[in-house]
């Protein structure tokens, strides 16, 4: 593989997170159109029911409606071979319904990463850790 595989797959991510941090849900569902795989494979809790790049759109629903000011800063990106893993710091605050829990407007921060395989330049595998223990103590909904 060339070394410039891994350099265009991290542009692909970065796309999707510019999208993203954009906040506009169109220009998100039209950059996971173009840059996930509607078959891609998650290793990562996804909603029930739902699957492929489908299950990425409403994951991003949900966070939108429950923090529309939702911001995911890239701290480390690593890129090998087909990979690119991501370490992240997602900053919001809590304005609509998440996992039940009516709005706090609290701020929150916590971490997440990910781990992207490539395939003809799209997303076609997600491994992901997100840190839901911390977004549920700084919502009040576990003990800190």
Known sequence: MSTA?????????????DATNSGDVELIWKTID?????DVLFHAPVPTGVGGA???KHIWAMLLRA??????TVEDVIAEGDK???????TGTHQG?????????KSIT?????IVRFADGRFAEIWGVV?????MRQLGMLPA
């Open 67 to 72: 923090f529309p000011d939702i911001h995911v």
């Open 54 to 56: 489908q299950a990425l």
């Open 131 to 135: 840190d839901v223990a911390s977004q």
């Open 84 to 90: 690119v893993v991501c370490r992240n710091t997602v």
């Open 5 to 17: 595989q891994p350099a265009g797959d991290q542009a692909v991510l970065n796309r999707l997170h």
């Open 34 to 38: 173009e840059v996930v795989d509607p």
């Open 97 to 105: 319904e998440y996992m039940g829990l009516p709005p706090t407007g």
């Open 110 to 114: 916590y971490s997440e990463i990910f």
